[in-house]
């Protein structure tokens, strides 16, 4: 074994290195940022604002030189040439400029993921070096070399797969983790695949879609920096859960500047948590509602049933009916959003006004009278009252809210609805917003827009400030060399704002309904309604998007079970699919049950190879006491794998009835079989943070853990047979890394008996 310790031997000091040059690069940045906060409060505003620019970019920098820590390099190739090329997190260089360590995103990476033996793309040998903490514990070499091929090479052979291996093995931490150093080769094709258009990733569970989705968004942000850092990406996720699950991943790849968020919170300062009812959810999904708000915006546009008389200075005039109509056409010609095109409505009706007081009066006005009787018309109560009815001024709550409180307004603005469709959406008034409210409250906000007069002109004058700031900053960056591909003008001119704190274009992005998007990646996608899509391809007028998901779990009502059908109505049939095939999360034992639930359900499934098995994965476990039996089961897998250091997860999933009662039993169960210091330690974890879980599939959406106890199928499915809810069982029975134990006392659906 001489010759492998030396290798490691060798390895170790090329890491030493690399590490070495990491930490020059840290004290580099924190000396700069530590310099440049020395020089005081002093100085002009343009100066103290220049600062704060400086100071925030060298802070950014030593934030992402921190964060790439955790296996800083983790590959080699050996070309053909003869060159050696260490594959990392990031980029290095010494002094001169000469390559330590390739960037994972850089073209020159890309072989590390995708040469085979077959197709060896000038490497003969790839390296996965393995290390901890920066002590280098592991090497694994492929040599991609013909004569070593022994068997014959599919899609599915691994790439590194004593590393992949080890790396799925590991306890979850109820974090995910990045992937960079064994994301497999038809991984690699759909993180590196081109910006434009719109690239659904089909796959099973497990096959990595969420992971793939993430670095591609680093990946992206890498390839097109200068475009994609001004306009900013989208991470649209199922719940806030789930984004917690991914929060660490992008930082860990450098990456902390993408949006996240849920179709809930796409509106900012909108709360929409309330739950409701599918069936209601569907409808609210539905298209109708872009042609249903349209008229109900159009319904606060209104001729009066008659002339309305009104008295000014003396003077009977009327707001007349075809005077009326003809001011509504003139302000829809504008183009404009409703509240934005209102004030020209009110401009040609007093105008209208003016004239009948003149005929009336037969009086020379000159343009001091005008002035003064637009005034008075403007603030007299009934003309007032009967332009505001005419053309009511109103925001996207409102509107929406009058639609649900009020049957008149919502029979008026989607008839298409039936009576009973209609009844489902009735809500008291007061009532709190729900998820599937908002892409409707989304679609009102834009045909409403704000009566925003004097926010324009701020806007305009900020516009033109930013436009010298960023000749400016151009100006800085020349003298000061601090570009480097590492920020432009433009952004650093959005730093030296002189108002308000200094905001980043996810800051900004984030706060501003109106931001468009340079691209968004969309989790779970299949989750989606056609008004979520709708709201959601609004904010990427390009149409560059990432959309994962798989139509064989879909759970909501509103959802997607064929991509055609989801897809085609917002975006028109442009866009192009990606397959994944093989399961990295799920052993083969549980992957293939699944698999058979599924099909034999009728789920619109996509091929499922596990990529590794276990022996004793899948535990059938028939029981007259299902409760019982799942608390025993769950607090034996607590034992068998959760650690004290917070690493390991065990789930019991059940339907929402039985949740409570399992809860009971399995906290009354713990202390016997845990000691109580550890069912303490336990008991008082934060939901988000519990290594020991009861939870229904919904909750489990997208999230994985080392054991789960499935209680109970049927159930879960629900009465209704073939409509029953086989998506929520297939997310639940693909969620362990390592065991599935099922408890039941019902027979098992078709698929889940044991075979043999
Ligand atoms: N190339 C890889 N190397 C190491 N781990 C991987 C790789 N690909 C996927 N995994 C791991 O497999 C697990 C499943 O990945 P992920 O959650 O992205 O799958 P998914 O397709 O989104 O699943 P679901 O459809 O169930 O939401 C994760 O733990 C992920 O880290």
């Given at each position: 074994?001489?010759?492998?310790?030396?290798?490691?031997?060798?390895?170790?000091?090329?890491?030493?290195?690399?590490?070495?040059?990491?930490?020059?690069?840290?004290?580099?940045?924190?000396?700069?940022?530590?310099?440049?906060?020395?020089?005081?409060?002093?100085?002009?505003?343009?100066?103290?604002?220049?600062?704060?620019?400086?100071?925030?970019?060298?802070?950014?920098?030593?934030?992402?030189?921190?964060?790439?820590?955790?296996?800083?390099?983790?590959?080699?190739?050996?070309?053909?040439?003869?060159?050696?090329?260490?594959?990392?997190?990031?980029?290095?260089?010494?002094?001169?400029?000469?390559?330590?360590?390739?960037?994972?995103?850089?073209?020159?990476?890309?072989?590390?993921?995708?040469?085979?033996?077959?197709?060896?793309?000038?490497?003969?040998?790839?390296?996965?070096?393995?290390?901890?903490?920066?002590?280098?514990?592991?090497?694994?070499?492929?040599?991609?070399?013909?004569?070593?091929?022994?068997?014959?090479?599919?899609?599915?052979?691994?790439?590194?797969?004593?590393?992949?291996?080890?790396?799925?093995?590991?306890?979850?931490?109820?974090?995910?983790?990045?992937?960079?150093?064994?994301?497999?080769?038809?991984?690699?094709?759909?993180?590196?695949?081109?910006?434009?258009?719109?690239?659904?990733?089909?796959?099973?569970?497990?096959?990595?879609?969420?992971?793939?989705?993430?670095?591609?968004?680093?990946?992206?942000?890498?390839?097109?920096?200068?475009?994609?850092?001004?306009?900013?990406?989208?991470?649209?996720?199922?719940?806030?859960?789930?984004?917690?699950?991914?929060?660490?991943?992008?930082?860990?790849?450098?990456?902390?500047?993408?949006?996240?968020?849920?179709?809930?919170?796409?509106?900012?300062?909108?709360?929409?948590?309330?739950?409701?009812?599918?069936?209601?959810?569907?409808?609210?999904?539905?298209?109708?509602?872009?042609?249903?708000?349209?008229?109900?915006?159009?319904?606060?546009?209104?001729?009066?049933?008659?002339?309305?008389?009104?008295?000014?200075?003396?003077?009977?005039?009327?707001?007349?009916?075809?005077?009326?109509?003809?001011?509504?056409?003139?302000?829809?010609?504008?183009?404009?959003?409703?509240?934005?095109?209102?004030?020209?409505?009110?401009?040609?009706?007093?105008?209208?006004?003016?004239?009948?007081?003149?005929?009336?009066?037969?009086?020379?006005?000159?343009?001091?009278?005008?002035?003064?009787?637009?005034?008075?018309?403007?603030?007299?109560?009934?003309?007032?009252?009967?332009?505001?009815?005419?053309?009511?001024?109103?925001?996207?709550?409102?509107?929406?809210?009058?639609?649900?409180?009020?049957?008149?307004?919502?029979?008026?603005?989607?008839?298409?609805?039936?009576?009973?469709?209609?009844?489902?959406?009735?809500?008291?008034?007061?009532?709190?917003?729900?998820?599937?409210?908002?892409?409707?409250?989304?679609?009102?906000?834009?045909?409403?827009?704000?009566?925003?007069?004097?926010?324009?002109?701020?806007?305009?004058?900020?516009?033109?400030?930013?436009?010298?700031?960023?000749?400016?900053?151009?100006?800085?960056?020349?003298?000061?060399?601090?570009?480097?591909?590492?920020?432009?003008?433009?952004?650093?001119?959005?730093?030296?704002?002189?108002?308000?704190?200094?905001?980043?274009?996810?800051?900004?992005?984030?706060?501003?309904?109106?931001?468009?998007?340079?691209?968004?990646?969309?989790?779970?996608?299949?989750?989606?309604?056609?008004?979520?899509?709708?709201?959601?391809?609004?904010?990427?007028?390009?149409?560059?998007?990432?959309?994962?998901?798989?139509?064989?779990?879909?759970?909501?009502?509103?959802?997607?079970?064929?991509?055609?059908?989801?897809?085609?109505?917002?975006?028109?049939?442009?866009?192009?699919?990606?397959?994944?095939?093989?399961?990295?999360?799920?052993?083969?034992?549980?992957?293939?049950?699944?698999?058979?639930?599924?099909?034999?359900?009728?789920?619109?499934?996509?091929?499922?190879?596990?990529?590794?098995?276990?022996?004793?994965?899948?535990?059938?476990?028939?029981?007259?006491?299902?409760?019982?039996?799942?608390?025993r089961a769950a607090a034996d897998l607590a034992k068998e794998h959760v650690g004290p250091?917070?690493?390991g997860?065990v789930?019991?999933?059940?339907?929402?009835?039985?949740?409570?009662?399992?809860?009971?039993?399995?906290?009354?169960l713990l202390?016997a079989v845990l000691g109580?210091?550890e069912a303490?330690?336990l008991?008082?974890?934060?939901?988000?943070?519990?290594q020991v879980?009861?939870?229904?599939?919904?909750?489990?959406?997208?999230?994985?853990?080392d054991a789960?106890?499935?209680?109970?199928?049927?159930?879960?499915?629900?009465?209704?047979?073939?409509?029953?809810?086989?998506?929520?069982?297939?997310?639940?029975?693909?969620?362990?890394?390592?065991?599935?134990?099922?408890?039941?006392?019902?027979?098992?659906?078709?698929?889940?008996?044991?075979?043999?």
């Open positions: 074994m001489a010759g492998r310790q030396d290798e490691l031997a060798r390895e170790q000091e090329v890491v030493d290195r690399l590490y070495a040059r990491l930490d020059t690069l840290r004290a580099s940045a924190r000396a700069r940022l530590a310099d440049v906060r020395r020089s005081g409060p002093s100085g002009s505003p343009q100066n103290r604002s220049e600062r704060d620019a400086f100071a925030t970019l060298y802070s950014d920098r030593a934030a992402r030189l921190d964060a790439v820590e955790d296996r800083l390099a983790f590959g080699r190739l050996d070309l053909d040439d003869g060159e050696q090329r260490y594959v990392g997190r990031i980029g290095l260089t010494d002094d001169e400029h000469r390559s330590l360590l390739t960037d994972w995103r850089a073209p020159a990476a890309q072989p590390f993921y995708r040469a085979t033996a077959v197709q060896p793309d000038g490497v003969r040998r790839r390296r996965h070096v393995v290390t901890a903490g920066r002590t280098v514990t592991g090497i694994e070499d492929e040599l991609l070399d013909l004569d070593a091929v022994t068997d014959g090479i599919d899609a599915t052979t691994l790439s590194g797969e004593g590393a992949l291996l080890a790396s799925l093995a590991q306890r979850r931490t109820g974090r995910m983790g990045d992937i960079v150093a064994t994301i497999q080769a038809e991984q690699d094709r759909i993180v590196r695949d081109e910006l434009a258009g719109a690239l659904v990733v089909q796959g099973g569970p497990g096959t990595g879609k969420t992971a793939v989705a993430l670095h591609r968004a680093a990946y992206l942000l890498y390839a097109h920096r200068r475009l994609l850092e001004r306009s900013g990406v989208l991470l649209v996720g199922p719940s806030r859960a789930f984004l917690r699950y991914i929060d660490q991943v992008l930082p860990s790849l450098g990456e902390t500047g993408v949006v996240a968020t849920t179709v809930a919170e796409l509106v900012p300062g909108l709360r929409a948590d309330a739950v409701e009812d599918g069936a209601a959810a569907e409808v609210k999904g539905r298209l109708l509602w872009r042609d249903a708000v349209r008229r109900a915006v159009r319904a606060r546009e209104r001729v009066p049933a008659a002339d309305v008389p009104v008295r000014v200075d003396g003077v009977d005039l009327r707001i007349r009916r075809r005077d009326v109509r003809d001011a509504i056409a003139r302000a829809r010609r504008t183009h404009k959003p409703h509240n934005e095109a209102r004030p020209t409505f009110v401009r040609e009706m007093l105008n209208r006004l003016v004239d009948q007081y003149r005929t009336r009066t037969d009086a020379e006005l000159s343009d001091h009278d005008v002035a003064v009787l637009l005034e008075d018309l403007r603030s007299d109560r009934d003309v007032r009252v009967a332009l505001n009815l005419a053309w009511f001024p109103i925001s996207a709550e409102k509107l929406v809210s009058d639609l649900w409180a009020k049957p008149h307004r919502l029979a008026q603005a989607a008839p298409e609805l039936s009576a009973a469709e209609r009844l489902l959406l009735h809500r008291a008034p007061g009532f709190p917003w729900t998820e599937a409210d908002v892409p409707i409250l989304d679609e009102a906000a834009e045909l409403l827009g704000e009566d925003d007069s004097v926010a324009k002109a701020e806007a305009r004058a900020r516009e033109a400030a930013r436009v010298a700031e960023v000749e400016y900053a151009r100006r800085v960056l020349e003298s000061s060399g601090a570009g480097g591909g590492l920020v432009d003008a433009e952004t650093l001119a959005s730093r030296f704002a002189e108002s308000g704190p200094l905001l980043t274009t996810a800051e900004r992005a984030s706060a501003d309904r109106t931001w468009t998007y340079g691209h968004v990646v969309v989790d779970e996608a299949q989750e989606l309604s056609p008004m979520a899509w709708h709201a959601i391809v609004r904010r990427v007028p390009t149409r560059s998007l990432t959309i994962v998901g798989d139509v064989a779990q879909t759970s909501s009502a509103a959802g997607a079970r064929s991509w055609d059908r989801a897809l085609d109505a917002v975006l028109g049939g442009h866009w192009r699919i990606a397959e994944l095939t093989v399961s990295y999360r799920t052993p083969a034992a549980v992957a293939d049950a699944a698999q058979r639930v599924a099909d034999a359900a009728g789920l619109p499934t996509s091929p499922l190879t596990a990529a590794r098995d276990l022996p004793g994965a899948l535990v059938l476990a028939p029981s007259t006491d299902p409760v019982d039996a799942a608390a250091d917070g690493a997860r789930a019991v999933v059940a339907a929402a009835g039985t949740v409570p009662g399992l809860r009971a039993a399995l906290a009354d202390p109580s210091e303490a330690r008991a008082v974890q934060r939901p988000e943070d519990a879980t009861v939870v229904t599939p919904r909750d489990t959406k997208g999230l994985e853990y789960v106890v499935l209680v109970e199928p049927r159930d879960i499915v629900g009465a209704q047979g073939a409509g029953g809810r086989w998506g929520d069982l297939y997310v639940a029975m693909t969620r362990p890394t390592q065991r599935l134990v099922v408890v039941h006392a019902h027979e098992l659906p078709a698929g889940l008996v044991h075979e043999g």
